[in-house]
């Protein structure tokens, strides 16, 4: 197992059309935007355990969550890019988490203000595991990429505390995360200092979950046993249940673990679940969670597009962190494509170009007031009452470049996953390595690889499963092999070309709501009908599938991007009746289709991925 | 207003092809199915104060409504058929609710036995009006019909205490309904009594509520307030909001107060929420509450087929008691339109052939597990942990009658509302009037009337909205009006032919999952495709709509009735991917609807109403 582990953020410097972009912008705008919110609605003031401000909510056992994630995504910005002003709000509220913490190690900046008696009496429903889980994510990445320690050094205390206390040693009490994340997180702390009492209690997570008698069930709250992962022992979970986040969270602890112990049963629990999301439960944008309501997973194929759809910007970007880890277990490249599939649609639809507001539910059509019941409003929002997503993004743009290659040391393996713009440059073994990758991946399948080392490797360029033709050139000599094994010389030249058509998609006719209609994907990208690029409403649209289609420069939207265009069927019915008997009339129109994740970046406006086909 | 009145049940001896049976049924199945499921699960011992049967659930504050509805349907059997052991049981009931009555008039079994201390405590949760509302509706059907003034009496009394209770007025407490029931229940009562102070009540229920200071905040459940139709003063509500079931009833109570106090504001009232549901809300089987969660209507258009959908039976039936009384307060034509197409459909569909199983949502598409998430089943229950539904068919079935016939006294008009076969005998002013409606309706539209009378009267013979030509003619004759003013005379005969061709039915292109989709209507059954019908699974169907149809005999349904036959398309895609470039292959089969009321009556099945259509 772990075959490969990702790049060090810090070695790859992105240049292409979409992730360089969102990156700059998160570390302009996201990061400055979340830190304001933050101070604005008492995020700060909590965390400093001040009189409570009037002008806001009370908080909630979460909040440290947020501001964690923020700090973990400052971390990252400063790593790319040196701010001493950002620097010194990282170590000002460092340095608040190391007083709020109490002397036994415990961390919950709410409880311990208002609720000191209740510490880990409701483990279903608080956050105390969890915040203190983004916390120590926050601690790890300031230790290793800026040699923090104060709030490094103030976690690995909490995580001394939970692994004294948590377990069913002597003394120790059972007691299972509600909220899972603290299980990722010990795996970076106990990779980070190699405490191993942080791998034990790790391994009592994932291992003592679900069994009997179930803790859930013992502090009264049974009913959440679905909901929470906790309905049978973890291990022998078949099928991605309740809380989407919660699950995918959960799952990439569990494949930290799998990597640490060299545990297959949990690899194949892993693989398990994967294939029930990936086969049965996720939307074609990599969006997973079916219901609004408890924001959960349902059953194989429930996978509506409107109104009472879920997508969480968190689920998505959850998906992607263990599509991550597991194609990093076992070198598959189908783990990969949901990586990509996940990243160029389903997340980076969450934040605007803009990078200031964020969808919570990421929807795959939106008419008229379809959305209203669900979240009150269509367009990304700034902050939510409960605003995961937002710090999400703050966290996760800055971390692209970690998707792009993926090393094996001991093989001397390098892989190009994503044949996105960059360069990069790191150390294999006593090697120094440079490659310069440039292209308009995802819009152009050309992409040109120049290769500055003197050294023997194999550099793995990965076919993505979208692709059915391509080619490759190594300094003008075609190969048939795309794991290319020699010895390299500096100006060596790969030249990969991926044939990248208009797909016409269609889903598995169990998705009923989708038979009859078609997606377009081209690459990696999954497009979009929105109603303003439109003559006609996109629900009456049917696209001409038997008809040729344009690639054209997409209006409105950044340099580069690429829009599809192609004839559509207008099919109007007379009258405003719910149902009717009235023949349909027919008209020929255009349509233009721009990729997903850049909806709504020109005002309000209906939109449908899933299109009815006219043949 | 108050145009027409409907006929007493006992007038009205129905036999049809589909009512007369579901009556009969009803009857003979469900009332002792329900009464036993009564007994058996505790609502008899609670009830009756016995110490709590171990085997059972503890009960709940709504428990005494299920008894209620039970009694009611047991006063309206009585009244169609002498059962001595049926009445011994009523009466056995009653005197055990005379008992439960607290000195003062109030009655709850749950909360008198369990927590008398709360009486009243949280009207937005409990349901202790909606369960007197229920005892009330029994109370005086068994008086009206049978002359049983056990029950009647009590009621009375709780009708004065919750008078004297309730209001505005000096001593009085302000407090609404949580759920609504009471108010239609008051309306009942007062027109049996003439008790002018339930008037008053009633008055207040629907003047008061939604009105500030705001009761349900007042008492900390400011949450529950559009859910339970109290966000603004209830006389300026635009939609139907919050909890189906709640809002109907409401919308009861106010056709009734609207009628009896000839406040035109109340009936606009009604008209305005009516078409909101109706124009927006409702699908095509009249089925009503797009959310499986909370219950619930959402936004205009919001009317998804699948897992997330719910149509509950209570709510499909209180649309149609709704409905009927629209009707009978203005006359329009259109009110029994809804009527029909709620009982021949989203009502009947709720109630197995049997009679002793229940649909609680009632779904119009089911694909393999796609309901698993929602009820955790697809098939008809005998009962719920919630069992209103049950027990509305108990009450409702025997009531079908009522629906047939309405009467203006004053202006001497007879309207044949249903021309299901059936006959009628009943007294207009001093004059014997019989009518013996003949044929198969709704399977056919060739229906004959023949009079016995000799007295002059108008009867008005309703064109339904889905027949587009007919003919009429009295003693071989043709007239041009449906509504036939004269003398008649014993013999005279009608001779009414509607139009009855099967209809491709298209639904308003907002609802954007049906876009591309018809459903088949012949008059006003609503048909669907079960999956044991076809040669193969419906989701891979299309309907072609540029092929003759055929009606043919339905194979394993009661004789007579028709189902629809026709070419289909279906398409296969290559391989069980959730997405995928494969392109559809095509193969010609035959496809068969059945009425969707029938539907999983011959065992577990897919099925769709809505299905795409093939050109």
């Not at 988490?97 to 510490?119: C, F, H, K, M, W």
């Not at 393996?413 to 390595?433: E, K, Q, W």
């Not at 289709?593 to 209906?606: K, T």
């Amino acid at each position: 197992m772990a075959v490969f582990q990702s790049l060090d953020l810090r070695k790859v410097r992105l240049d292409d059309p979409v992730f360089a972009g969102r990156i700059s912008r998160c570390l302009d705008v996201t990061i400055p935007a979340t830190i304001a919110k933050l101070e604005e609605d008492g995020h700060i003031d909590l965390l400093k355990q001040l009189p409570w401000p009037e002008r806001v909510p009370r908080g909630a056992g979460f909040w440290d969550s947020d501001v964690a994630k923020v700090m973990e995504g400052m971390a990252y910005a400063l790593a790319l890019r040196p701010d001493p002003a950002l620097e010194k709000i990282f170590d000002d509220w460092s340095e608040a988490y190391r007083a709020v913490q109490q002397p036994d190690g415990y961390i919950n900046s709410y409880l311990t203000q208002y609720d000191p008696e209740r510490r880990f009496a409701d483990m279903a429903r608080y956050h105390e595991l969890y915040s203190i889980g983004h916390l120590m994510e926050a601690a790890v990445a300031g230790y290793e990429l800026l040699g923090k320690r104060t709030l490094f050094d103030t976690l690995r205390r909490s995580g001394a505390y939970l692994a004294a206390t948590f377990g069913v040693g002597e003394g120790q009490r059972r007691g299972w995360p509600g909220h899972p994340e603290i299980e990722l997180a010990l795996a970076k702390m106990y990779r980070a200092t190699g405490d191993e009492s942080l791998r034990k209690l790790l391994a009592y997570f994932i291992d003592d979950r679900g069994t009997e008698p179930n803790c859930f069930v013992a502090e009264g709250r049974g009913d959440v046993c679905w909901y929470e992962q906790a309905e049978q022992p973890l291990r022998e979970m078949t099928e991605a249940t309740g809380h989407a986040v919660r699950m995918l969270y959960l799952l990439c602890g569990v494949a930290d673990l799998a990597g640490i112990n060299q545990d297959a049963e949990l690899l194949d629990l892993c693989r398990r679940i994967y294939r029930n999301i990936v086969d049965k439960r996720m939307y074609i944008t990599g969006g997973i969670g079916s219901s609004f309501h408890f924001e959960v997973f349902t059953v194989d194929y429930d996978l509506t597009n409107g109104s009472m759809m879920y997508a969480e910007s968190c689920a998505t970007i959850a998906l992607a962190l263990f599509a991550l880890r597991m194609f990093n277990l076992t070198g598959e490249s189908h783990y990969m494509d949901t990586v990509e599939r996940c990243l160029y649609n389903g997340i980076l639809s969450g934040v605007s170009l803009q990078g200031d507001t964020f969808f919570y539910t990421n929807y795959l059509e939106v008419d008229d007031n379809l959305v209203r019941y669900n979240s009150g409003n269509r367009c990304r929002q700034s902050w939510f009452g409960c605003s995961c997503c937002p710090t999400s993004f703050a966290r996760f743009l800055p971390q692209l470049g970690r998707f792009i290659y993926s090393v094996n040391e001991a093989d001397r393996v390098i892989s190009l996953n994503i044949p996105a713009a960059s360069h990069v440059d790191f150390t294999l073994g006593d090697d120094a390595v440079a490659l310069d990758v440039t292209g308009r991946y995802p819009y152009d399948g050309a992409i040109r690889i120049t290769v500055t080392a003197d050294a023997a490797f194999t550099l793995a360029l990965r076919i993505p499963a979208w692709c059915r033709q391509w080619s490759l050139k190594l300094n003008g000599e075609p190969l048939t092999d795309t794991r290319v094994q020699r010895v390299w010389q500096t100006g060596d030249l790969l030249e990969l070309d991926l044939d990248m058509p208009v797909e016409i998609m269609r889903s598995n006719p169990r998705i009923t709501c989708n038979a009859g209609r078609i997606a377009l994907q081209r690459g990696p990208l999954v497009y979009a009908l929105e109603e303003i690029d439109q003559a006609a409403p996109v629900r009456e649209m049917m696209i001409r599938t038997d008809q040729p289609m344009q690639l054209v420069p997409a209006p409105g939207l950044p340099d580069g991007t690429l829009a599809i265009e192609g004839q559509a069927i207008r099919e109007e019915l007379p009258g405003d009746a719910l149902y009717s008997t009235g023949a349909p009339q027919f008209s020929e129109i255009r349509f233009r289709a721009i990729p997903y994740a850049l909806w709504q970046n020109r005002g309000e406006s209906n939109m449908a991925v899933w299109v009815r086909e006219a043949r």
